[in-house]
């Protein structure tokens, strides 16, 4: 399926432009042509988060699946855990097309797709259509033209409360003009308590407490990192997600796309985005979930962002070239490395190289 993948559906789908190739791939998957992916249960890579249990640490990142369509399709493909959005109350186009490319020689995408989604109440519906099993996370958002940024954060919370099994606060994203400034401290702390206490309010009501998550950038400063670290534990935040995509254009082949604007991602992130992580980790200590996101294309780097102190992963842009089969190969491959360490738990592997990503140079 591997290669098969390779030479025949990816030099298909690459015929077309990305954005094309990305809505053929969700159709793909809806209609049943992906095949799933049969795995072998294998209980040391289940993982505990936030109250919630993890088959294993790989899940699917925002941006993929913006809709809603097709997360059950996504979590038979081997994903732990699916999410969907970035969702934003009402819907919205996002920026002029094109706004996806392809860097092909760097395994990398760049977009500034501009938060574009159906809205809440078309995922909404297609969420409460689901059957109930596997983790569905929803990423909420706000709209481009918001008078209150953090009242569409809010009405997120509300909306989504019942069929989310976690939510992620998306302030990162580099494409809405003035997202980023909310990770500033004191915005980012009037965001966290109008988001939580809405969480709280709700969990009162209906005894169910779902676990908020903040997604931020890798292009952070010390200070910003301090910053966001403080108020996550003074909020009693459920975890971060570390990283969304990076303005930064370092090392890259193919001169004539980078110079594209919008956030990267793939495989040129992964050192920033593990590095950031590492620093984060080393902020917040041992006991706060973090995810880490950016760059992952293989078992061994998925389990190098666990070592550098994630209690889960996530990646989107390197399926683009490795095609559908790579959650599969991924956790089968983790299953392999575990042998190889001779561990009884993936968790026994965190932070085990955190000092080799803390004194990394990026």
């Known amino acids: 399926m591997i290669d098969a993948f390779k030479t025949i559906a ?11 190739a990305h809505g053929i791939s969700i159709a793909a998957l809806k209609s049943g042509l992906v095949p799933a992916c049969r795995l072998k249960v294998d209980p040391r890579l289940a993982v505990m988060v936030a109250g919630l249990a993890f088959p294993n640490p790989l899940g699917t990142a925002a941006g993929y699946d913006k809709n809603a369509e097709v997360p059950d399709a996504l979590l038979r493909l081997g994903f732990g855990f699916a999410e969907v959005g970035t969702l934003t109350p009402k819907p919205q186009a996002g920026n002029p097309k094109p706004r996806i490319f392809r860097l092909e020689k760097d395994m990398a995408v760049i977009n500034r797709l501009g938060f574009n989604n159906e ?24 709209n481009k033209d918001s008078a209150d940024r953090i009242a569409d954060y809010v009405e997120g919370i509300r909306r989504f409360a019942g069929v989310a099994s976690y939510f992620t606060a998306n302030i990162s994203s580099p494409n809405t003009p003035g ?20 969480r709280d309010e709700i969990a009162a ?8 998550f903040l997604k931020i950038a890798p292009d952070l400063t010390e200070e910003g990192m301090d910053d966001i670290a403080a108020e996550a534990l003074a909020h009693n935040l459920d975890g971060l997600i570390v990283s969304n995509t990076t303005l930064s254009r370092g090392g890259l082949s193919d001169a004539r796309l980078a110079g594209e604007a919008g956030g990267l991602s793939g ?8 590095a950031v992580l590492a620093r984060m980790r080393k902020r917040v200590g041992p006991t706060m979930p973090i995810i880490g996101v950016g760059g992952i294309s293989s078992a061994e780097t998925a389990l190098e962002k666990i070592r550098a102190g994630a209690d889960l992963v ?24 575990l042998d190889r360490e001779k561990v009884a738990s993936i968790r026994e592997l965190r932070d085990s190289r955190l000092d080799y990503w803390l004194a990394a140079k990026v």
């Open 10 to 20: 990816r030099r298909g789908l690459f015929l077309f432009d990305a954005e094309t």
């Open 119 to 142: 809205g809440h109440a078309a995922a909404l519906a297609r969420l409460l259509a689901r059957r109930p099993e596997g983790l569905v996370g929803v990423n909420i958002g706000a």
């Open 179 to 198: 997202l980023r400034d909310l990770q500033a401290r004191e915005s980012l702390s009037t965001l966290l308590s109008a988001v939580l206490a809405a």
């Open 205 to 212: 009501a209906t005894g169910v407490r779902r676990p908020v």
């Open 267 to 274: 495989r040129p992130l992964f050192d920033k985005s593990t």
């Open 314 to 337: 996530q990646l989107y842009s390197c399926m683009v070239y490795e095609g559908p089969s790579l959650p599969g190969r991924i956790v089968r491959g983790l299953s392999s490395l």
